[in-house]
């Protein structure tokens, strides 16, 4: 079965900073990845998706990640940091093809320092 | 479109009693999906159906937990008897080409 780690429960970046949150999956290589985003009393909210079109994905809010298959990762990042990014992100990985259930990672709590 | 709608969006009961959560999926999507949030646990996946029919529900605790998908546009998460250790954020979610779309949740109090 697919899974992924997200390595950092928190990571703390000042306003304007890079935002780097990092995602590795199973070797396999999966169908799809995902970056979800959950605001505080909010539900889950999809930010990108990779799908094997195309390594670098554009989320929304500025976000972006990318697919490496020889690092076995799917980092998100951000140019510059924005105190509306605070927020838990979650990675997520697809099961095999016909089977829409994902796997979520455990979440890194962002915090954005004035 | 709405979106995947929950209610009640929050629920105070008091242990043993019954409890009904109510879904309503994006319309065109096949599968939905029932998560259980805590700060202990993380997110749970309790159960998933895929055309109204029940595919996993590895993720359910115990028998006191049972779900329904009667037709496309509606679920129910029953937890009969409740207890405190039912206390959670439980969510709703449906797909459409992988993509999973949640609703806002319900906060599940038990006293």
């Known amino acids: 079965a697919q899974s992924v780690t997200q390595l950092g429960s928190h990571v703390s970046v000042s306003e304007g900073a890079l935002v780097l949150l990092r995602c590795n999956y199973s070797s396999s290589v999966p169908p799809y990845l995902f970056w979800y985003v959950q605001y505080p009393n909010q539900g889950l909210q999809l930010l990108l998706k990779y799908t094997s079109a195309a390594t670098l994905v554009k989320g929304i809010n500025g976000f972006e990640a990318e697919f490496k298959k020889s690092e076995t990762s799917f980092h998100l990042t951000k140019p510059s940091a924005h105190m509306s990014d605070a927020a838990e992100y979650f990675c997520?990985?697809?099961?095999?093809?016909?089977?829409?259930?994902?796997?979520f990672g455990t979440g890194t709590r962002l915090t954005i320092i004035p | 479109d709405a979106g995947v709608i929950q209610s009640p969006r929050h629920e105070v009961t008091e242990m043993g009693q019954e409890v009904t959560l109510r879904c309503k999926p994006i319309?065109?999507?096949?599968?939905l999906f029932w998560y259980r949030q805590t700060m202990m646990r993380g997110l749970e996946l309790l159960i998933y159906f895929n055309n109204n029919v029940p595919i996993d529900d590895s993720g359910m605790p115990e028998d006191r937990f049972s779900a329904k998908m009667p037709n496309a546009s509606f679920s129910t998460l029953k937890i009969q008897p409740s207890e405190p250790r039912d206390s959670a954020v439980y969510f709703c979610?449906?797909?459409?080409?992988?993509?999973?779309?949640f609703g806002p949740g319900t906060r599940l109090t038990v006293t």
């Open positions: 979610a449906s797909s459409h080409s992988y993509e999973q779309y």
């Open positions: 319309s065109g999507h096949n599968s």
């Open positions: 997520a990985v697809s099961d095999d093809f016909g089977n829409e259930k994902l796997t």
